[in-house]
């Protein structure tokens, strides 16, 4: 049985010979991890910004309804407050049938919170996820905005029973102006939103922005 030790080596250039193989290595193996990680991180972004695209997308498509149901939900609010102060209640529950003179769909950050906690921000362009950022700010203050607009009209179309308690009307009517106040919030914080997808070169679904202008249609019809 022969073993076959290795052989020792003679010499400095020898030796730096067996080194420098040794470092090509690790730097190859090195580079070949950054390349692998670089083009995995690559992936990841184009996905986060796949996804944040369509959500900005169905957001800005929410956002259309502010300025297209404008005259409609105007025209609402006045008759609702005149009609609370006259105790008009039969025109009450005809604005009733006509509906919400907004329509509240749902406005989501999920893809921009999956995209924070995969610390996408540090792999995106600098100014791309900025973009990001605000239209998704806003989209929360939106969110939190849905639900106040659904209360106050609620609160306010009480007025269609004609419930006689003399804080009654003054309640309505302080819930309209509140419900307009809101919707003029709402009106404001949507156009910043737009000029934020716009940044993003993200525009409005054309089947949801043609939804909305029927309704504005039909509300406007029914009005008059």
């Known amino acids: ?19 420098g193989i040794i470092v090509l290595g ?6 070949a ?7 995995n991180w690559r992936q990841k972004v184009e996905l986060a910004d796949t996804d944040m ?10 956002a259309a309804q502010y300025a297209i149901l404008a005259p409609c939900a105007d025209k ?18 005809k604005l009733h049938a006509i509906g919400e003179p907004f329509v509240t769909e749902p406005w989501t950050a ?25 239209a998704f700010r806003r989209s929360a203050m939106m969110t939190d ?21 003399p804080s009654a009307v003054p309640a309505e009517v302080i819930a309209v102006e509140t419900l307009r106040r809101d919707i003029g919030v709402a009106r404001e914080i949507t156009r910043d939103f ?23 249609q039909a509300c406007i019809a029914a009005l008059s």
Do not use: C
């Open 53 to 62: 695209h369509v959500e900005i997308e169905r957001n800005r498509t929410n």
């Open 76 to 93: 609402v609010l006045d008759r609702m407050t005149a009609d609370l102060i006259k105790g008009n209640t039969a025109d009450l529950i």
């Open 26 to 31: 690790v730097l190859i193996a090195l580079a």
């Open 194 to 216: 737009v000029k934020n997808s716009d940044d993003l070169k993200i525009g409005a679904n054309v089947t949801g922005v043609r939804k909305y202008e029927r309704k504005a």
């Open 145 to 165: 905005m849905q639900f106040r607009l659904r209360d106050n009209y609620a609160a306010a179309m009480v007025g269609r029973f004609g419930l006689k308690e």
């Open 110 to 134: 999920t893809a921009w919170e999956a995209a924070v906690a995969g610390q996408i921000g540090e792999h995106m362009d600098a100014h791309r996820f900025l973009d990001y950022a605000e």
């Open 33 to 39: 991890d950054a390349l692998i990680e670089r083009e």
């Open 1 to 19: 049985m022969h073993i076959h030790l290795p052989k020792p080596l003679h010499g400095w250039r020898e030796f730096a010979g067996e080194v």
